[in-house]
C-alpha cells in the first residue's frame, strides 16, 4: 500500500505572510489534488495535477498557487495570509479513476 | 449545474440501530457517486462506489448506497451501527472522465451513542 504524507500538521502563520504546504505520494498516482475544507462548506478543490509540471486550477485557486516539480510531490502556497483565517487543506492523489487517496491534512491558522 | 445535497448535517443514533445518511444530486450527465468517510484525526477514505450497473452497491464495514435515477438519490444504509462508525460522511459527485472535478456534498456527521 502507499501513503500520502502532508507537512507541516499543523500551520500558525501573521496576516499577509506567504505559507507553503507540501504533501508527498508514494503511489505513483499520476494525478495530484489540493482540497480546502472548512467548516461547514465541505471539500472545495484548489488546484490539481494530472502529470508532473502540470497545474490545473479549481474551483478555489484565487489567492493560491501550486507547483508540482516531481511526480511524487505537489506543494500550495497561500500567497498571503487572512487574519483570522482557519481552514484544513487536504492533498489526494489518483489514478484517474476517480478514486482519491487522502492525506491526513495541514490545519492552518492566521493570526 | 452539478451539486450534491446531504440535507442532515448531524445524525445520532444509537448502536445497534440501523442507518441512513441521505444524499440527493443533480446532474447534466451520468453520474459517478461515491461515499468517502473522515474518522476522527485520518484522511477521507473511499466506503463505497457507483459507476452502472445494479444499484444498490456494497461497501467497506457493512455499508450499502442504493442509486435511484429517478429521485437523484444515493443514500448510505447499514443495517446496525457501532460506535466506532461515528465520523464525517461525504457524498460525492464526479462527472464521466472528469478527474479532478469531484463535486463534494457539505457533510453528515454521525454520532452513535452506546
Known amino acids: 500500500g502507499g501513503i500520502i504524507t502532508q507537512t507541516p500538521k499543523f500551520l500558525i502563520g501573521q496576516e499577509g505572510q506567504k505559507l507553503t504546504l507540501k504533501c508527498q505520494q508514494n503511489?505513483?498516482?499520476?494525478?495530484m489534488y489540493w482540497y480546502r475544507q472548512d467548516s461547514g462548506k465541505g471539500l472545495r478543490l484548489i488546484y490539481y495535477?494530472?502529470?508532473?509540471?502540470?497545474?490545473q486550477k479549481g474551483d478555489l485557486s484565487e489567492g493560491y498557487d501550486a507547483s508540482r516539480e516531481k511526480k511524487s510531490s505537489f506543494s500550495l502556497t497561500v500567497t498571503s495570509a487572512q487574519k483570522n483565517e482557519m481552514a484544513v487543506f487536504l492533498c489526494?492523489?489518483?489514478?484517474?479513476?476517480?478514486?482519491?487517496?487522502f492525506g491526513h491534512g495541514t490545519k492552518l491558522s492566521v493570526l | 449545474a452539478q451539486s450534491v445535497t446531504q440535507p442532515d448535517a448531524r445524525v445520532t443514533v444509537s448502536e445497534g440501530a440501523s442507518l441512513q445518511l441521505r444524499c440527493k444530486y443533480s446532474?447534466?450527465?451520468?453520474?459517478?457517486l461515491f461515499w468517502y468517510v473522515q474518522y476522527p484525526r485520518q484522511g477521507l477514505q473511499l466506503l463505497l462506489k457507483?459507476?452502472?450497473?445494479?444499484?444498490v452497491v456494497q461497501g467497506v464495514n457493512g455499508f450499502e448506497a442504493e442509486f435511484s435515477k429517478s429521485n437523484s438519490s444515493f443514500h448510505l444504509r447499514k443495517a446496525s451501527v457501532h460506535w466506532s462508525d461515528s465520523a464525517v460522511y461525504f457524498c460525492?459527485?464526479?462527472?464521466?472522465?472528469?478527474?479532478?472535478?469531484?463535486?463534494f456534498g457539505l457533510g453528515t456527521t454521525l454520532q452513535v451513542q452506546p
Open positions: 495535477s494530472i502529470t508532473e509540471n502540470d497545474l
Open positions: 489526494a492523489s489518483s489514478t484517474g479513476n476517480e478514486r482519491l487517496f
Open positions: 457507483y459507476y452502472s450497473g445494479d444499484p
Open positions: 446532474s447534466s450527465g451520468t453520474p459517478y
Open positions: 503511489f505513483n498516482h499520476d494525478t
Open positions: 460525492v459527485l464526479s462527472l464521466t472522465g472528469n478527474t479532478g472535478k469531484l463535486i
